[in-house]
């Protein structure tokens, strides 16, 4: 079974601080996602990663940014957070080596509070 | 960029009953997926479609491809309990990507 892990649930952090989200899977997948969920708006994808150190901007990156230095891990960064990034954050990752088969695997996911 | 739109965007289904959820794009989908999300819970890959005219079925759930590959449709019967949640339909993108519909919440009225 596929395991995508988030380093918290639930965080709560000040106007301006750095935030660091964490997201690690345990099935060697290169494609990993982080996403914003919020009310209404469904899956907002935010970054995308198809390889260690490879990154790609998704429909809404601005006010983030992602780090990938290992194939498993796979970090969101806010440099300096805002109330309007209070929100769920989803990782996922899936494996292209499956053909059409591209389902994501998703993390429980981070509760972010921006104060 | 590829956008999916999903109808309607709330249900209130009784226990017992049958509903349908919708998911169209304006572009035709090389596949589409669908994710169920608990109340509470994470997006879970339920089934992909790749054919056109697809139709796959689970249990009470039956999914369909449309003949032209830019509409889909959840049909789930004898609604339960355990049905209650958001269904999110997902269409492919280039680069392994996928784009996902806004999701349909449903509420199960036992």
């Known amino acids: 079974d596929v395991k995508v892990t988030q380093s918290s649930r639930y965080l709560v952090k000040r106007t301006g601080e750095k935030v660091f989200l964490e997201c690690v899977q345990d099935?060697?997948?290169?494609?990993m996602f982080w996403y914003r969920q919020d009310p209404g708006l469904g899956l907002r994808l935010i970054y995308f990663s198809y390889d260690v150190k490879m990154k790609e901007k998704g429909d809404i990156p601005e006010g983030y940014s992602v780090s990938r230095e290992k194939k498993e891990r796979f970090s969101l960064i806010l440099e300096s957070a805002s109330t309007n990034q209070t929100s769920m954050y989803l990782c996922?990752?899936?494996?292209?080596?499956?053909?059409?088969?591209?389902?994501?695997?998703f993390g429980p996911g981070t509760r972010l509070t921006v104060l | 960029g590829q956008q999916v739109m999903q109808i309607p965007q709330y249900q209130h289904v009784q226990e017992g009953e049958d509903f349908t959820t919708y998911c169209n794009s304006s572009?035709?989908?090389?596949?589409i997926q669908w994710y169920k999300q608990r109340p509470g819970g994470h997006p879970v890959f339920l089934i992909q479609?790749?054919?056109?005219?697809e139709v796959k079925k689970q249990k009470r759930l039956t999914f369909q491809f449309g003949e032209a590959k830019k509409n889909s449709s959840l049909h789930i019967t004898a609604t339960q309990t355990t049905d209650v949640g958001t269904y999110f339909c997902a269409g492919q993108r280039g680069n392994n990507r996928l784009a996902f519909g806004k999701g349909n919440q449903v509420v199960v009225i036992p």
């Open positions: 996922a990752s899936s494996d292209p080596g499956q053909g059409y088969g591209n389902e994501q695997f």
């Open positions: 479609l790749v054919k056109s005219g």
């Open positions: 099935m060697d997948h290169e494609n």
């Open positions: 572009t035709t989908l090389s596949n």
